[in-house]
Each structure stands twice: as C-alpha cells, then as structure tokens.
C-alpha cells in the first residue's frame, strides 16, 4: 500500500515549457486535489476531482490543467511554465472529502 | 471567503518544553484537522476534531475544538527535537463547488533546541 505518490520529486523548467506532474493512489479514493505550497503561504488549492471524469477549479487554477480518467490517478499540466509557478506542489486524497486528506511527499518545481 | 489565521508564526524553544499555538476564523468550521509537515514531506494529519468544545490527545499532542467553532489550539507537551517542523491547522471548505476541500492556515514553525 503506496498510498499517495507523485512523480518527479524535483523539476527544473524554462519559461514557456510545458510539462506534467503525476500523481497516483491507491486507496481507492474519490476525492483527490492538488495544492501548491510557497514560503509563508501555506498550501492553496490548485483543481480538485470528486471522481473520475470530474473536476473543477479551487483557489489558484490559473496555468493549470487537470483531468482524471481513472480513480487512481489525477495529473496536473502546465501549459506554458513561468516563473510565479515556481514552488512546491502536493496532491492529496481522501475518501470522502471532508477528512483526512492523504498527502504525497511533493514535487519541487524550479521554473527559470 | 473563509480564512484560517494561525499564531504563532514561529517558535523556538528548549527540549522539554511545552509548546501552545492556535488557529482562528471568522467563519465557522465544522471540522478542524492539525497537521504535521517535516522537511522535503508532506503534510501529515495529527488530528482531527470534529464536535465543538472537543479535547483530544495523540501521544503529547492535544488540540481542542474551539466552543463558538471559530478557534482551536494544539499543544505539545514535553517538546523533543523530533518535533520540528510545520504546524498546520486545516479545515473544510464551505461554500460553493469546493466542499470537502481544505483550507489551511499559515502554519506555525518550530524549532527545539536540544
């Protein structure tokens, strides 16, 4: 039992490049969301899905693009990197939205 | 919107020590959760509260659910090095398409001196 993992752990980028931040559970949970961590900021919600095939914004979805096929996984694409989006990013899940979310062990993105 | 606003932002003390921090709202929360982040990880969950007025304990840890539901505060008995790192207080987001999401607080950083 993995519990919630994401791929790369570090990632350096050029302005404008595009990449994708995976993430993957295997709790069998519904609710998976990505938040975005910066100094003195905590943690502010990226998109969030509910299940599969659904998703929506949260409080900072500017630049980013999620989708969610399956239950297990839920990617996050950055269309055109830029430097704001420099930062560290979590995904998290939990089974039924309102407690206990599982966090992954975050990937440190270096946008330059 | 809703605001989580956590003091203190940061916190140095002696091995042994007690430690005390506390999150407040303007809003109303249902759930309040404290977390636990090390550095290079993610956050992990310590608590959760769930019923106003509600005390309860994890090893040393022990967090109240504030009685109006606007506030909650954790503490830390006999602090260990083992200790540092970010505190985070959470809380389930109410309004619009985002229930069941968190939002947190800044967070509380402590650093023990052995």
């Known amino acids: 039992n993995a519990g919630v993992t994401q791929t790369p752990k570090f990632q350096v980028l050029k302005t404008g490049q595009s990449m994708t931040l995976q993430c993957a559970q295997d709790?069998?949970?519904?609710?998976m969301s990505w938040y975005r961590q910066d100094p003195g900021m905590g943690l502010r919600l990226i998109h969030y899905s509910v299940g599969a095939g659904i998703t929506d914004q949260g409080e900072v979805p500017n630049g980013y693009n999620v989708s969610r096929s399956t239950t297990e996984d839920f990617p996050l694409r950055l269309l055109s990197a830029a430097p704001s989006q420099t930062s560290v990013y979590f995904c998290a899940s939990s089974y039924d939205g309102q407690y206990g979310y599982t966090f992954g062990s975050g990937t440190r993105l270096t946008v330059v | 919107g809703q605001q989580l606003n956590q003091s203190p932002q940061s916190m140095f003390i002696q091995e042994g020590e007690d430690v005390s921090m506390n999150c407040t709202s303007s809003?109303?929360?249902?759930?309040w959760l404290w977390y636990k982040q090390e550095p290079g990880e993610g956050p992990v969950l310590l608590i959760a509260l769930y019923k106003a007025g509600e005390l309860t304990s994890n090893g040393r840890l022990t967090a109240q659910f504030g009685i109006t539901r606007k506030d909650s505060f954790l503490n830390i008995s006999a602090s260990i090095p083992s200790d540092v790192g970010i505190y985070f207080c959470a809380g389930p987001m109410n309004y619009g398409g985002s229930q069941g999401n968190l939002i947190f607080g800044k967070g509380t950083k402590l650093s023990v001196k052995p």
């Open positions: 709790m069998n949970h519904e609710y």
């Open positions: 809003s109303i929360f249902n759930t």
